[in-house]
């Protein structure tokens, strides 16, 4: 019988999941997803955390909880750096061991170190000894990882091509099912992401007339439709065309560093910041939606620098809304509607 790997969908799922999926059953595991999030999840998630968390981590505990029981393994990677600029925030670099010390009864942990900062070669090392924990030879874990990150790029080219993260994983899921021919499946991945990106340039211009909104934040808030209430939703219920900073692609995210007047110490904060600036540059959006999470260290300062950011580009309308375990649908809903009225009037026109 296969491996189990138990995955939680949640925090750095978002940005990495079709590349650890393609890992782990490249070599023979089978890879169990936690449910969406829901309000079991979320309890438990408070049940077996401390009480000063944000609710992302809350959330992530909650979703470990739930793999308990029904797997070998549950991965829980030590992500430090993705890039030289920066770390993600402590709560990341610590979660292994939050993980181990709060929820009871869990199976092994998976725990590679990613720090790009430890040389080039660091990723492919980390994910070659969780394959030796797992029995995998040198030659099969290799060509997993290659594999993987093949994986890991079309997903990124599918985001900017202005998905969202779960259809671009249901997309990709879709060809690998479909296809059994490794090099066609790769080649037929590549030229779906160039109609994907060419419809979704002409949604865009279709929807001219629509407010546009950056809807910015970190992925795991922006996408978790349980723990933003549903917030994705209703802003295509009353007609906006969405922005995230995950459809711009990375090196134009880069290139936006230099505005930075300081890097922020936290990765997902930096990505946030520069998004919001390209948006800026391209005139692409009416206002900013920055969604935050109640206790959230990098987020105090990531909020006001983009509060002040939105007035010094030509007083950008800009809502905040900071997001815990008990924030209702109606409040937020409220707030969107006041916002997007508000916006509409704005430009002289009429819902
Ligand atoms: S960046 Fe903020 S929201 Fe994200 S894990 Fe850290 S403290 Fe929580």
Same mark, same amino acid.
């Given at each position: 019988?296969?491996? %189990?790997?138990?995955?939680?969908?949640?925090?750095?799922?978002?940005?990495?999941?079709?590349?650890?999926?393609?890992?782990?059953?490249?070599?023979?595991?089978?890879?169990?997803?936690?449910?969406?999030?829901?309000?079991?999840?979320?309890?438990?998630?408070?049940?077996?955390?401390?009480?000063?968390?944000?609710?992302?981590?809350?959330?992530?505990?909650?979703?470990?909880?739930?793999?308990?029981? $029904?797997?070998?393994?549950?991965?829980?990677?030590?992500?430090?750096?993705?890039?030289?600029?920066?770390?993600?925030?402590? $709560?990341?670099?610590?979660?292994?061991?939050?993980?181990?010390?709060?929820?009871?009864?869990?199976?092994?942990?998976?725990?590679?170190?990613? @720090?790009?900062?430890?040389?080039?070669?660091?990723?492919?090392?980390?994910?070659?000894?969780?394959?030796?924990?797992?029995?995998?030879?040198?030659?099969?874990?290799?060509?997993?990882?290659?594999?993987?990150?093949?994986?890991?790029?079309?997903?990124?080219?599918?985001?900017?091509?202005?998905?969202?993260?779960?259809?671009?994983?249901?997309?990709?899921? $879709?060809?690998?099912?479909?296809?059994?021919?490794?090099?066609?499946?790769?080649?037929?991945?590549?030229?779906?992401?160039?109609?994907?990106?060419?419809?979704?340039?002409?949604?865009?211009?279709?929807?001219?007339?629509?407010? %546009?909104?950056?809807?910015?934040?970190?992925?795991?808030?922006?996408?978790?439709?349980?723990?933003?209430?549903?917030?994705?939703?209703?802003?295509?219920?009353?007609?906006?065309?969405?922005?995230?900073?995950?459809?711009?692609?990375?090196?134009?995210?880069?290139?936006?560093?230099? $505005?930075?007047?300081?890097?922020?110490?936290?990765?997902?904060?930096?990505?946030?910041? %520069?998004?919001?600036?390209?948006?800026?540059?391209?005139?692409?959006? @009416?206002?900013?939606?920055?969604?935050?999470?109640?206790?959230?260290?990098?987020?105090?300062?990531?909020?006001?620098?983009?509060?002040?950011?939105?007035?010094?580009?030509?007083?950008?309308?800009?809502?905040?809304?900071?997001?815990?375990?008990?924030?209702?649908?109606?409040?937020?809903?409220?707030?969107?509607?006041?916002?997007?009225?508000?916006?509409?009037?704005?430009?002289?026109?009429?819902?």
């Amino acid at each position: 019988m296969a491996i %189990r790997i138990g995955i939680p969908r949640a925090l750095a799922y978002y940005s990495f999941y079709p590349q650890w999926k393609t890992f782990f059953e490249e070599l023979g595991a089978e890879v169990v997803l936690s449910p969406l999030t829901n309000k079991h999840i979320v309890n438990e998630g408070i049940r077996n955390t401390v009480t000063d968390a944000c609710i992302p981590i809350k959330v992530y505990h909650g979703h470990v909880a739930s793999l308990a029981d $029904k797997v070998d393994y549950i991965f829980v990677p030590r992500i430090v750096g993705l890039d030289h600029d920066a770390t993600l925030c402590p $709560k990341f670099l610590g979660l292994p061991d939050m993980i181990k010390s709060s929820v009871k009864g869990i199976p092994l942990l998976l725990t590679p170190r990613f @720090d790009v900062r430890d040389g080039r070669f660091a990723p492919v090392k980390a994910w070659m000894k969780v394959a030796k924990m797992l029995g995998a030879g040198y030659h099969q874990a290799l060509r997993a990882y290659r594999k993987s990150i093949k994986v890991k790029q079309y997903y990124e080219d599918l985001l900017t091509s202005r998905m969202l993260p779960e259809e671009a994983m249901s997309l990709l899921d $879709k060809w690998a099912a479909s296809l059994k021919d490794e090099q066609k499946k790769l080649s037929d991945m590549k030229s779906s992401i160039a109609s994907a990106r060419a419809s979704s340039a002409q949604t865009l211009e279709s929807q001219n007339g629509n407010i %546009r909104l950056a809807v910015v934040g970190y992925p795991y808030m922006i996408y978790d439709e349980f723990v933003n209430c549903g917030l994705l939703d209703t802003l295509k219920r009353l007609g906006t065309t969405i922005l995230t900073p995950e459809m711009v692609p990375a090196k134009a995210r880069q290139a936006q560093a230099k $505005k930075q007047p300081k890097y922020l110490f936290w990765y997902y904060s930096n990505q946030v910041i %520069r998004a919001v600036y390209y948006f800026f540059q391209e005139n692409m959006v @009416d206002g900013v939606i920055h969604l935050t999470a109640f206790a959230c260290g990098p987020d105090a300062m990531v909020d006001k620098l983009l509060e002040l950011d939105c007035q010094k580009h030509g007083r950008i309308p800009y809502l905040s809304l900071c997001l815990d375990e008990h924030t209702g649908r109606a409040g937020i809903i409220t707030r969107l509607e006041a916002f997007t009225d508000m916006l509409v009037r704005k430009r002289g026109g009429k819902r």
